[in-house]
C-alpha cells in the first residue's frame, strides 16, 4: 500500500465522476463538492469559470493518438484554493471545451 504524504498532489476523495451535459453543471458540481470538503474558497466557481472561457484549457488528443478521448485541464489561481491538489473528473457524458490552441474550435472533451 502507497504511504500517504502530506503533500500529495492528489486524494481519492477528491476524484469525481460527473454527469452534467455542459462545463458549467460539471463545474459547478465539482465546486460544489470541493467547496463542502474545504479543499476550495467561495468563489472558486466563479474564478474557475470565468479563467475558462478567457484561457480555454481543451486539448486535441487526436495529434498524439486518433484514438485517444479530448481531455481539458480547467484550473484557477492559487487564491482561490486551500489545498493544492489534482482533481481527476470522469465525464459519463462527453462535453465542449474550446481548444487552447485554437480556441474557436471546440472540442468533446
Not at 14 to 27: H, P
Not at 53 to 78: C, F, L, Q, R
Request: charged content about 30%; cysteine-free; aromatic content about 8%.
Amino acid at each position: 500500500m502507497a504511504k500517504t504524504v502530506e503533500n500529495d498532489l492528489f486524494d481519492a476523495a477528491l476524484a469525481f465522476v460527473e454527469d452534467g451535459d455542459d462545463q458549467d453543471t460539471v463545474f459547478k458540481q465539482v465546486s460544489d463538492q470541493l467547496l463542502v470538503a474545504g479543499a476550495v474558497k467561495p468563489d472558486f466557481y466563479e474564478h474557475l469559470s470565468e479563467r475558462e472561457k478567457n484561457y480555454p484549457t481543451g486539448i486535441d488528443m487526436s495529434v498524439v493518438n486518433a484514438e485517444y478521448p479530448n481531455v481539458a485541464i480547467p484550473h484557477t489561481e492559487g487564491e482561490f484554493v486551500n489545498v493544492r491538489k489534482i482533481v481527476p473528473i470522469r465525464l459519463k457524458n462527453p462535453i465542449e471545451f474550446a481548444n487552447m490552441i485554437a480556441p474557436d474550435q471546440k472540442l468533446k472533451v
